[in-house]
């Protein structure tokens, strides 16, 4: 108890620490689950690439987006002509305030995570 006591005071004096990150674990856990799903991503570009897809997804996740919907509106605004100068505005972040419909309605039950892999 003495080790922690810090952290037991911090968690006291600011509200918005979570007492446990069993939150972040559930949302991790997803991920390792589908680890055997991804084994053969064949080289290293196709674990890159994988990599890239799922930070992707978890950012539209971050950010309260609908990735299915963030992911048809990226390919429709490349296939239409979207500069290549300007490809960080087709970030999660920056995207939903250009495109507020991209928002997944809100859901009183924080405890669920959304999936971004195989349901364990």
């Known amino acids: 108890m003495h080790r922690q006591w810090k952290r037991l005071n911090l968690f006291l004096d600011n509200g918005q620490i979570e ?26 570009i196709g674990g890159e690439r994988t990599a890239a897809i799922l930070t992707i997804l978890a950012t539209c996740l971050a950010h309260d987006l609908n990735p299915r919907a963030y992911l048809h509106r990226v390919a429709k605004l490349l296939v239409e002509g979207w500069p290549p100068a300007k490809l960080r505005e087709l970030l999660p972040d920056r995207l939903a305030v250009t495109f507020p419909d991209l928002r ?8 669920d995570v959304p999936a971004l892999g195989p349901a364990p």
Request: hydrophobic letters at 30%.
């Open 104 to 111: 997944m309605p809100c859901d009183d039950d924080d405890d």
């Open 19 to 44: 007492l446990t990150n069993n939150r972040r674990e559930r949302e991790l856990r997803r991920l390792v689950v589908g680890r055997k799903n991804w084994l053969f991503t064949w080289l290293d």
